[in-house]
């Protein structure tokens, strides 16, 4: 594979090959469409579900390799570009370039951002169909379609008719036979290689060969002693598209699906403009890292216990988690403990890291100990397979067990009547805020960073979590994992609040001391 420009990171990345004796994974995502700007509902369910995941396998240092691309043919390419009066090319060229713009504000870390409209993606879909012809899986059929007798004299394709169908109760006998495949795909049917069939949403199209095999065209060098995860609705037609070329394709090893995610009481719509899009999320000035875990942490991962699993977004919820659970809980801790290391000799330790001379014989630290060694346990389980709000939920709650141990150690008063123990407790919790920057880099990596860099440790060689390293079982001894005599750098407040004002008119934002400030109108409609 030729190096490529990391949409996410601005560098150029080496080539990923497989490698002997190591995990290789390869992950992709649905390819988004070039017909509008992406909104959060896309984001959460696309590339940022499968960047948390790319992130994560790197963390465990497995070799991963991480392509998507857009997807820029089908009707709706077509559609935008009748609606602007250009070629459907001006439209590719036009929203693929804000796509990678608005992918690399969030942070996502493509090995790969391509096109289906390059030469690699024709030749190889062309190849596939010739192939599936060849072998007598394609039919020629002659069916019926709607045609426009107006100026256009064109048939048309579904997204270019407008109405109700003409069909008296087609909607609801669609429902009835949504509601029913549902069911059949959530009962526990296996496949070859004994891996679980779950489909979110019946989606998949049999015209939309070409995006599916525009995941192929980037990774032709890597197609053998690879587990490939896909955040993708293609796990039918895909797998039997590959099959059906009698070639010795890589197939699907884990599918994870979401539903939808809502926009307050109504549904983003790109079409209509409504919603949050990712140029929106850019011009609040609320950081990306705050974007990424409110996506994240409301991800509408699918379960098979409930008919719906659609999750909302809202300005308010937005408000209150990055004010209850990012600057309150997960800030203030982190603050808290490097503060308190930063001040000066009599008062604090001097920005140095001090010895856990009794930590085996601290019960306050072998309790938390052992409850933040299950946690992580239950985030490695979790995270395997991409669960990926639970993995976040399951963080936080080491967050939570930190500020309770940090609480109820009274460290304040340890200082001065017992030095050992305060020093055993500050040690083990400066080891927290550096699990946490681990754990939390798939899902904020930019957070993660500043982190370590006011741990004065170098996020190149620290952001790792591999068992290789043994570093799941440092993390059991969290006093361990940073040394005694190691300088910190200089603390600094890593959130800051949020006050939203909702107004039937306008949109406009500003700060007042520490809380940034925004008046917003209730739908977001995008120019």
């Given amino acids: 594979m030729a190096e490529e420009t990391a949409a996410g990171q601005g560098q150029e990345r080496k080539p990923v090959l497989p490698v002997a004796g190591r995990r290789n994974v390869l992950v992709t995502s649905a390819l988004p469409y070039v017909n509008n700007v992406p909104h959060l509902g896309n984001l959460v369910g696309c590339v940022l579900s499968a960047d948390a995941y790319a992130r994560y396998c790197r963390l465990r240092g497995h070799n991963v390799l991480f392509i998507c691309g857009t997807d820029e043919y089908g009707t709706s390419t077509e559609a935008r570009a009748l609606q602007e009066g250009c070629s459907p090319r001006e439209i590719c060229d036009r929203y693929h370039a804000l796509h990678r713009k608005v992918y690399s504000w969030f942070g996502i870390s493509f090995d790969h951002f391509g096109r289906t409209s390059s030469p690699e993606q024709t030749e190889i879909c062309q190849d596939v169909f010739r192939r599936l012809l060849d072998n007598g899986w394609l039919l020629e059929k002659t069916i019926q379609q709607l045609h426009c007798g107006g100026e256009c004299q064109r048939f048309l394709a579904d997204r270019l008719v407008e109405g109700s169908c003409p069909v008296q109760g087609c909607g609801e006998k669609l429902e009835r036979y949504r509601r029913g495949l549902w069911r059949w795909v959530l009962e526990p049917k296996?496949?070859?290689?004994?891996?679980?069939?779950?489909?979110?949403?019946?989606?998949?199209?049999m015209y939309h060969q070409g995006p599916q095999v525009g995941r192929p065209c980037a990774t032709r060098q890597v197609q053998r002693q690879v587990l490939l995860y896909t955040h993708n609705y293609f796990q039918v037609m895909f797998p039997s598209t590959l099959l059906g070329t009698g070639e010795n394709w890589t197939l699907l090893k884990t599918i994870s699906v979401t539903e939808y995610l809502n926009y307050e009481s109504g549904k983003f719509s790109k079409s209509k403009g409504i919603g949050v899009f990712g140029n929106d999320a850019r011009d609040t000035n609320i950081p990306p890292e705050v974007w990424r875990y409110y996506l994240l942490t409301n991800r509408p991962e699918v379960r098979i216990d409930l008919d719906s699993s659609d999750t909302q977004f809202t300005w308010t919820d937005l408000q209150a988690k990055l004010n209850n659970e990012l600057v309150h809980k997960l800030g203030n801790f982190i603050n808290r403990v490097l503060s308190f290391i930063a001040k000066p000799e009599g008062v604090g330790y001097g920005s140095i890291i001090p010895p856990a001379t009794n930590a085996e014989s601290h019960p306050l630290t072998q309790a938390i100990s052992e409850t933040v060694g299950k946690l992580v346990d239950q985030y490695i389980v979790a995270m395997d397979k991409v669960k990926l709000k639970q993995g976040l939920k399951i963080t936080m709650a080491i967050c939570s067990e930190g500020n309770a141990y940090l609480q109820d150690s009274q460290f304040w008063k340890l200082y001065k009547e017992?030095?050992?123990?305060?020093?055993?407790?500050?040690?083990?919790?400066?080891?927290?805020?550096?699990?946490?920057a681990c754990l939390l880099e798939p899902f904020m990596p930019s957070f993660s960073k500043e982190v370590l860099q006011q741990l004065n440790l170098c996020p190149e060689e620290h952001l790792s979590f591999c068992d290789e390293k043994g570093e799941r079982e440092k993390a059991k001894r969290p006093w361990d994992l940073i040394p005694p005599g190691h300088r910190i750098g200089k603390p600094a407040p890593l959130f800051k609040g949020l006050v939203i004002l909702l107004h039937s008119f306008g949109c406009s934002l500003h700060r007042i001391g520490n809380a940034t400030f925004i008046s917003i109108t209730p739908y977001t409609v995008s120019g």
Avoid: F, N
């Fill in 190 to 205: 296996r496949r070859p290689g004994d891996q679980r069939l779950v489909e979110g949403r019946a989606q998949a199209s």
């Fill in 418 to 436: 017992d030095p050992p123990g305060c020093a055993t407790v500050i040690k083990t919790s400066a080891g927290l805020v550096y699990l946490l």
